[in-house]
């Protein structure tokens, strides 16, 4: 079945770093844009990042601009987020997301469980 | 950058009953709207996808209209499953795609 499984989320202090991953399986994952969106404890939904289906291309949302990197891995179906700079602000339950069809670019069919990135001293 | 206003934050209404969810957006975003229901410590789930269109597996008593800057999401009689977060999202105009902050459906 079509499946995301995000890792690579833990603690880290304040101007640090982290690699998330999303492990895609049972679509076409090269032809599929792909995002990432943030949830902050018990707060609502924070689109972050999106990237083209072939890597081409990538947006961002303007807090995290400069600081984190959207990649894809199209013959590992993985995609990526590099995040430097980290602030506490960031701390947040980091999902991807697939969009509904391959011409569409933000509709979110599928997510992952989330990994938890914590930013603190 | 489109500002998604949701009412109410809080909707309390029991099993059987019509729940009627509304999302205003701060200027045009066509049909391109989508609603999520959201379950504690769950994923969001897709519901519908520009304004009207059930996503797969979603049942018929969910549905969505509107266009322009008003739209709704009705549950046309609730089942105890349904209360739960319920966001709306835009990607007319984006970056950024938006969210808005959300309604809490609760057991009267």
């Known amino acids: 079945q079509v499946q995301l499984v995000e890792s690579g989320g833990g603690v880290v202090q304040p101007g640090g770093s982290l690699r998330l991953s999303c492990a895609a399986s049972?679509?076409?994952?090269?032809?599929?844009?792909l995002h990432w969106v943030r949830q902050a404890p018990g707060k609502g939904l924070e689109w972050v990042a999106y990237?083209?289906?072939?890597?081409?291309?990538?947006f961002y949302t303007d807090s995290v601009k400069g600081r984190f990197t959207i990649s894809r891995d199209n013959s590992r179906n993985t995609l990526y987020l590099q995040m430097n700079s980290l602030r506490a602000e960031d701390t947040a339950l980091y999902y991807c997301?697939?969009?509904?069809?391959?011409?569409?670019?933000?509709?979110?069919?599928?997510w992952g469980q989330g990994t938890m990135v914590t930013v603190s001293s | 950058e489109v500002i998604l206003t949701q009412s109410p934050a809080t909707l309390s209404l029991s099993p059987g009953e019509r729940a009627t969810l509304s999302c205003r957006a701060s200027?045009?975003?066509?049909?391109?709207l989508a609603w999520y229901q959201q379950k504690p410590g769950q994923a969001p789930r897709l519901l519908i996808y520009?304004?009207?269109n059930r996503a797969t597996g979603i049942p018929a008593r969910f549905s969505g209209s509107g266009s322009g800057t008003d739209f709704t999401l009705t549950i046309s009689s609730l089942e105890p499953e349904d209360f739960a977060v319920y966001y709306c999202?835009?990607?007319?105009?984006?970056?950024?795609?938006?969210f808005g902050q959300g309604t809490r459906l609760e057991i009267k």
């Open positions: 997301a697939k969009v509904v069809f391959q011409w569409q670019d933000g509709a979110f069919d599928i």
């Open positions: 049972g679509f076409t994952f090269n032809t599929f844009v």
């Open positions: 990237i083209k289906s072939d890597g081409s291309g990538a």
């Open positions: 200027q045009t975003v066509v049909s391109y």
């Open positions: 520009d304004a009207s």
């Open positions: 999202q835009q990607r007319y105009n984006w970056p950024p795609i938006t």
